[in-house]
Antibody
Framework: QVQLKESGPGLVQPSQTLSLTCTVSGFSLTSNSVHWVRQPPGKGLEWVGAIWSGGSTDYNSALKSRLSISRDTSKSQVFLKMNSLQTEDTAIYFC????????WGQGVMVTVSS | IQLTQSPSLLSASVGDRVTLSCKGSQNINNYLAWYQQKLGEAPKLLIYKTNSLQTGIPSRFSGSGSGTDYTLTISSLHSEDLATYYCYQYNNGLTFGSGTKLEIK
């Protein structure tokens, strides 16, 4: 069945780079897009960015200068890298599938703090 | 496209018919989805393309709308429907509404 699972460090220092991995199963990355969505504690959902089935990417305009999304189709993994982290980047980060976000991972909590 | 959800907080009783609203700043062309998020869980897709019910979602949930105005309706509220509901447009860019928190009286 379709599954997505996020992994990465729970704590990142301010100004450092966040690296997250989304490992998927039950579907192909060359046939489906994968999106990243984040949710600060107690707040709403924010679309972060996506990598489309053809390998092109789109990013939230507010994060674009700090963000990179890539993939390794042989390993069924999608990667998020965000640099110059600030405390406002503290959030649960989810990966999710397809244009209408039909399947979601459980999310990974990332805290930006010294 | 910006999405405005209303109300931000809704209190209703079990058995009530509940209607949540989502308005876009531009035409969304029916590329509108609804999600339910319970405390401590990932969001769950309820409705996509305005009115298509995701597999496994109870039929008491339905969606409607066109242009800039969309609605999620719960025909008869169940206690397990306690959650925050988000709309999401994927027509022009990708954006979420700010959410409606549904409380059970």
């Amino acid at each position: 069945q379709v599954q997505l699972k996020e992994s990465g460090p729970g704590l990142v220092q301010p100004s450092q780079t966040l690296s997250l991995t989304c490992t998927v199963s039950g579907f192909s990355l060359t046939s489906n897009s994968v999106h990243w969505v984040r949710q600060p504690p107690g707040k709403g959902l924010e679309w972060v960015g996506a990598i489309w089935s053809g390998g092109s990417t789109d990013y939230n305009s507010a994060l674009k200068s700090r963000l990179s999304i890539s993939r390794d189709t042989s390993k069924s993994q999608v990667f998020l890298k965000m640099n110059s982290l600030q405390t406002e980047d503290t959030a649960i980060y989810f990966c999710t599938r397809s244009g209408h976000l039909d399947y979601w991972g459980q999310g990974v909590m990332v805290t930006v703090s010294s | 496209i910006q999405l405005t959800q209303s109300p931000s907080l809704l209190s209703a009783s079990v058995g009530d018919r509940v209607t949540l609203s989502c308005k876009g700043s531009q035409n969304i062309n029916n590329y509108l989805a609804w999600y339910q998020q319970k405390l401590g869980e990932a969001p769950k897709l309820l409705i996509y393309k305005t009115n298509s019910l995701q597999t496994g979602i109870p039929s008491r949930f339905s969606g409607s709308g066109s242009g800039t105005d969309y609605t999620l309706t719960i025909s008869s509220l169940h206690s397990e429907d306690l959650a925050t509901y988000y709309c999401y447009q994927y027509n022009n860019g990708l954006t979420f509404g700010s959410g409606t928190k549904l409380e059970i009286k």
